[in-house]
């Protein structure tokens, strides 16, 4: 792509905005392509609508030179053999929060900062194997926001520990077991570093984009038939678009599917106003750092700001606090539907990545920021273009096709919803349909809760994968039609697989987790139904059979449930592993027999 869309003209630019030397890195390299794709394309004039990128770039060669210069070389070759590669990045990580540059990098800084002056900055990581096909290395790496305010010397300093901060991530442990698993610890991971202006304004003593997110040309999230996957999504929020990337605390971002902007998994306005954003990221000028405030206490000082683009007026509230005889009510909610109904914005962001997936042979994963003047007045600041990922450490669904059917626990043939994932499973809580069928309510009940308890059992070695498995709807008020657990009961979980089967008597609906839909967006999990009677559809039921139930080992007052819940640890048969590809509604879950 780069050979096809790059001129020379273009690499000189890059050149002339290069610090050190060596590679820029792929997360670099994805945003200029983009760029470069969108210039080239005859259909529509996007240098009329795209904020240009003001961008500097670190060399991946400044990162050894900074290894070099501080004298840990010995150790960075300690830390890549099998025996040292936890053990020592432990003490090389401590030790590079506290490193010097050589002096005509740090020269090459100062110029930079001389050149933002107090303008807000980003420090972002784009090691050379970021962002590219194959491995996504999403939220391995730091990304560093700086306000950028106080003397110069100061902006310097905050800077100088921004890029520590990044090259540090190098070493985090998440980072290392990404590469141990996708088998890359004989490849060259050198950092390199983009530098951009923060888009946005002040207002008052805060700096922020008004709206920013994430874009996929691919939606992975179909709740509804009226929704077309090939049209993509967004995943928006007012603010930094730090909320629309990461989970940061029970907040939401909007999720719109964009040949059905207005269409919402939430029912009614008190859903809406439930599952809407309620703080914002922003930068603190005075206090010179990125930070989150409520979205109202931000925007209720601002004069002249188009605040109705972005939230809708709550009416009824209003006359509720007006006939109860109370003061004025900050009514406002972040809908985001008059952008999303007028304007041109939601066909913009469609066409773009239409142009980009077209480019790349393969749906993309976009970042954005976008600030309005007026619904015909604004600019998009795209930040960064890579193909669409998939999360996790084995082999991808491409590869399942020699699995055997004796090795597969569950597969579903769709509805497939959530990010792609190949990962290996820790734990599998499964609730066996036709026992759990056979209970009485007060029992099923009993169910729910020690399923809670399961879901939130901690595990040596971190965080584990869990697979739910059970019949009818998760999370569903009536344990009638499923297993009635709160979502708070099962938010540990990472794969949720709906069984649409429970007795001969009923077969209940799948729920296409439309009534917790938010949540599972929010917390990144993958749901999957399982319909046992159809043409490629799995449910191994001697695999639960035979295997080895530890549910009394974890929890031995639970017992007499032994009969309906089935717990199986991966470690006791083999490697569990599960993959999904959304775009072909596929997901696979089963035994590894080459681990053995």
Same mark, same amino acid.
């Given at each position: 792509?780069?050979? /096809?869309?790059?001129?020379?003209?273009?690499?000189?630019?890059?050149?002339?905005?290069?610090?050190?030397t060596?590679?820029?890195?792929?997360?670099?390299?994805?945003?200029l392509l983009?760029?470069?794709?969108?210039?080239?394309?005859?259909?529509?004039?996007?240098?009329?609508?795209?904020? =240009?990128?003001?961008?500097?770039f670190i060399?991946?060669?400044?990162?050894y030179?900074?290894?070099?210069?501080?004298?840990w070389?010995?150790?960075?070759?300690?830390?890549?053999?099998r025996?040292?590669?936890?053990?020592?990045?432990?003490? #090389?990580?401590?030790?590079?929060?506290?490193?010097?540059?050589?002096?005509?990098?740090?020269?090459?800084?100062?110029?930079?900062?001389?050149?933002?002056g +107090?303008?807000?900055?980003?420090? /972002?990581?784009?090691?050379?194997?970021?962002?590219?096909?194959?491995?996504?290395?999403s939220?391995k790496?730091?990304?560093?926001?700086?306000?950028? @305010?106080?003397?110069?010397?100061?902006?310097?300093?905050n800077?100088?520990d921004?890029?520590?901060?990044?090259?540090?991530?190098?070493?985090?442990?998440e980072? #290392?077991?990404?590469r141990?698993?996708?088998?890359? #610890?004989?490849?060259?991971?050198?950092?390199?570093?983009?530098?951009?202006?923060?888009?946005?304004?002040?207002?008052?003593d @805060?700096?922020?984009? @008004?709206?920013?997110g994430?874009?996929?040309?691919?939606?992975?999230?179909?709740?509804?038939?009226?929704i077309?996957?090939?049209?993509?999504?967004?995943r928006?929020?007012?603010?930094?678009?730090?909320?629309?990337?990461?989970?940061?605390?029970?907040?939401?971002?909007?999720?719109?599917a &964009?040949?059905?902007?207005?269409r /919402?998994?939430e029912?009614?306005?008190?859903d809406?106003?439930?599952?809407?954003?309620?703080?914002?990221?922003?930068l603190?000028l005075?206090a010179?750092?990125?930070?989150?405030?409520?979205?109202?206490?931000?925007v209720?000082? &601002?004069?002249?700001f =188009?605040?109705?683009?972005?939230?809708?007026?709550d009416?009824a509230?209003?006359?509720?606090v007006?006939?109860?005889?109370?003061? %004025?009510?900050?009514?406002?909610?972040?809908?985001f539907?008059?952008?999303l109904?007028?304007?041109?914005?939601?066909?913009?962001m469609?066409?773009?990545?239409?142009? &980009?997936?077209?480019?790349?042979?393969?749906?993309?994963?976009?970042?954005?920021?976008?600030n309005?003047n007026?619904?015909?007045?604004?600019?998009?600041?795209?930040?960064?273009?890579?193909?669409f990922q998939?999360?996790?450490d084995?082999?991808?669904? %491409?590869?399942?096709?020699?699995?055997?059917?004796?090795?597969?626990? #569950?597969?579903?043939?769709g509805?497939?919803?959530?990010? !792609?994932?190949?990962?290996?499973?820790?734990?599998?809580?499964?609730?066996? =349909?036709?026992?759990?069928?056979?209970?009485?309510?007060s029992?099923?009940?009993?169910?729910?809760?020690?399923?809670?308890?399961?879901?939130?059992?901690?595990?040596?070695?971190?965080?584990?994968t869990?697979?739910?498995?059970g019949?009818?709807?998760?999370?569903?008020?009536?344990p009638?039609?499923?297993v009635?657990?709160?979502?708070?009961?099962?938010?540990t979980v990472?794969?949720?697989?709906e069984?649409?089967a429970?007795?001969?008597?009923?077969?209940p609906?799948?729920?296409?987790?439309t009534?917790f839909? !938010?949540?599972?967006?929010?917390?990144?999990?993958?749901?999957?139904?399982?319909?046992?009677?159809?043409e490629?559809?799995?449910?191994?039921?001697?695999?639960f059979? $035979?295997?080895?139930?530890k549910?009394?080992?974890?929890?031995?007052?639970?017992?007499p449930? $032994?009969?309906?819940?089935?717990?199986?640890?991966?470690?006791?048969?083999?490697?569990? *592993?599960?993959?999904?590809?959304?775009?072909? +509604?596929k997901?696979? *879950?089963?035994?590894?027999c080459?681990s053995?």
């Amino acid at each position: 792509l780069a050979k /096809r869309y790059f001129t020379l003209e273009d690499l000189l630019a890059v050149k002339g905005r290069l610090i050190g030397t060596g590679y820029i890195g792929g997360k670099t390299v994805g945003m200029l392509l983009a760029r470069k794709i969108l210039s080239g394309d005859t259909s529509f004039d996007w240098q009329h609508i795209l904020e =240009p990128h003001d961008s500097f770039f670190i060399g991946s060669d400044v990162f050894y030179t900074y290894l070099v210069e501080n004298g840990w070389w010995k150790l960075r070759m300690e830390q890549k053999t099998r025996d040292g590669y936890f053990e020592v990045a432990k003490t #090389l990580r401590e030790s590079m929060l506290e490193g010097s540059f050589p002096e005509e990098i740090e020269e090459q800084f100062w110029r930079l900062i001389e050149y933002f002056g +107090q303008s807000p900055i980003i420090v /972002r990581s784009s090691s050379l194997l970021e962002d590219a096909y194959g491995n996504a290395f999403s939220g391995k790496y730091e990304s560093v926001f700086c306000a950028n @305010q106080g003397t110069p010397q100061e902006r310097l300093e905050n800077f100088l520990d921004a890029v520590r901060r990044v090259y540090t991530s190098t070493l985090n442990k998440e980072a #290392l077991a990404y590469r141990a698993h996708w088998d890359l #610890l004989d490849r060259d991971e050198q950092m390199a570093i983009l530098v951009q202006r923060v888009s946005g304004s002040v207002n008052g003593d @805060q700096f922020f984009p @008004q709206i920013a997110g994430v874009g996929d040309s691919f939606n992975p999230y179909v709740w509804n038939s009226e929704i077309d996957p090939k049209a993509g999504m967004l995943r928006l929020v007012f603010g930094l678009g730090t909320r629309a990337v990461e989970r940061i605390d029970d907040d939401y971002t909007r999720i719109v599917a &964009l040949n059905a902007p207005l269409r /919402r998994p939430e029912a009614g306005s008190e859903d809406v106003r439930r599952y809407s954003q309620k703080k914002a990221d922003i930068l603190d000028l005075t206090a010179n750092r990125h930070t989150s405030r409520d979205f109202r206490e931000i925007v209720e000082p &601002l004069n002249d700001f =188009p605040l109705e683009i972005f939230a809708s007026r709550d009416l009824a509230l209003e006359r509720r606090v007006r006939d109860a005889g109370g003061d %004025e009510v900050f009514s406002w909610t972040l809908t985001f539907d008059e952008l999303l109904s007028k304007g041109s914005f939601v066909k913009d962001m469609r066409d773009m990545m239409s142009v &980009l997936e077209e480019a790349y042979q393969h749906p993309v994963d976009i970042e954005f920021t976008a600030n309005f003047n007026d619904l015909s007045d604004y600019r998009i600041n795209l930040v960064q273009c890579r193909p669409f990922q998939t999360k996790g450490d084995i082999l991808s669904v %491409e590869n399942t096709c020699s699995v055997t059917a004796e090795q597969k626990v #569950l597969e579903s043939a769709g509805p497939v919803i959530g990010s !792609n994932i190949a990962a290996t499973v820790d734990r599998i809580i499964y609730v066996v =349909p036709e026992v759990y069928g056979g209970m009485k309510l007060s029992d099923r009940y009993t169910v729910a809760r020690t399923v809670g308890k399961l879901a939130h059992l901690k595990k040596e070695g971190g965080k584990p994968t869990i697979l739910l498995i059970g019949p009818g709807r998760w999370a569903t008020a009536d344990p009638f039609l499923g297993v009635p657990v709160s979502f708070s009961e099962i938010d540990t979980v990472s794969i949720l697989c709906e069984v649409v089967a429970m007795h001969e008597g009923l077969v209940p609906e799948a729920s296409l987790g439309t009534h917790f839909f !938010n949540d599972l967006v929010e917390y990144d999990m993958l749901y999957c139904a399982v319909y046992p009677a159809r043409e490629g559809h799995v449910l191994n039921s001697e695999f639960f059979a $035979s295997s080895e139930n530890k549910l009394t080992a974890l929890l031995p007052d639970a017992e007499p449930l $032994s009969s309906v819940i089935k717990v199986i640890d991966g470690e006791d048969i083999s490697r569990i *592993c599960v993959s999904s590809d959304v775009l072909k +509604q596929k997901l696979t *879950c089963y035994f590894d027999c080459s681990s053995e």
